[in-house]
């Protein structure tokens, strides 16, 4: 398959008097697992439908590869698109699934069926292609599903939460799946999560959007170590927000140590803080803090280093960290 950047150029979508999306700017290379990440309402599905062709922008420009696709019919893109429910046809087959938008497009039985076993070889679905949908499990189905995506050879793949109706087991052993195949295919895939693990485990480039904007583009491990806005920190998980004089910290839970009072003054630059609550998590232990400056702290231990000294909901612990873990935040965007 032949893969092309994409980039999406001031794009926004209103519906009514709700901006949806505002204005975004994002440029993917080929060959880019890109997770667009946030919460219900940020616009990331729509943004994905705009890039699909089945929503049409309210302004801007959606270019893939050198030609502006904007309002261009899906067919006629380049992409495809994975839906989060699959929306298979429950009458066909798998292979007749997978076949049909050959059928579509004219082409004789004997080469769409073979082209469609080809496809179903590449998603580990060869055995099963005379299933129903009925007669295959969510997680088969979703390979059905890659598979008629795939095989119209986009240079871009778009995925609506395609994770969201299977199991956390299957969901993990999915997503190395989605992963591989990304890979061997060498074109951009475009996700679609609210799941912060999905986007870590899955991307290469993670896009964190809010109200319609986005707050953060990066590598995973840009932005869980280095967040741009308090937003991200809280939503990307696994930091604590700390006001000071000269403004906000995000501090990873698992930089802060965390010692026992036992009646002696706290050292200097450490917070006082009640634990609150903990629960026991297997490798480590998550503890509920409050403090006067931050009511609402947590912080990790291992759990080798909690049990040689365990402390419970009610005890006067000193919090501190090291300067070089503490990490600056941006100002909020202004709404415009």
Known sequence: MRGAALELVALSKRFGGTLAVDRIGL????????????????GKTSTLRMIAGHEAPSAGDVILGTTNISDMPPAKRGTAMMFQSYALFPHLSALDNVAFSLKMAGMAKAARHAKATDMLRLV????????LPSQLSGGQQQRVALARALIT??????L???LSALD???????RAELKRL????????????????EAMALADLIVVMNRGRIEQQGSPHEVFTKPATEFVARFIGG???IPTSAGLLALRTDRLSVGRLNGQRAPNGSLIATVRNFEYQGTHVELGLTSEVAPDLIATMP??????????????VAVSWRDDDAHRLSPAPNPQ
């Open 27 to 42: 440029k993917i290379e080929p060959g880019t697992y890109c997770c667009l990440l946030g919460p219900s309402g940020c």
């Open 124 to 131: 580990a679905m060869q055995e099963y292609w005379a299933r």
């Open 153 to 158: 050879e986009p240079q871009i793949l778009l």
């Open 160 to 162: 609506d939460e395609p």
């Open 168 to 174: 956390p087991f299957l969901r993990i052993k999915v």
């Open 182 to 197: 990304q890979k061997q295919l060498g074109i951009a895939f475009v996700h679609v999560t609210h799941s912060q693990d």
């Open 239 to 241: 930091h604590n927000i």
């Open 303 to 316: 759990e080798h280093a909690y049990f040689a000294d365990p402390i419970g909901p009610g005890d006067l």
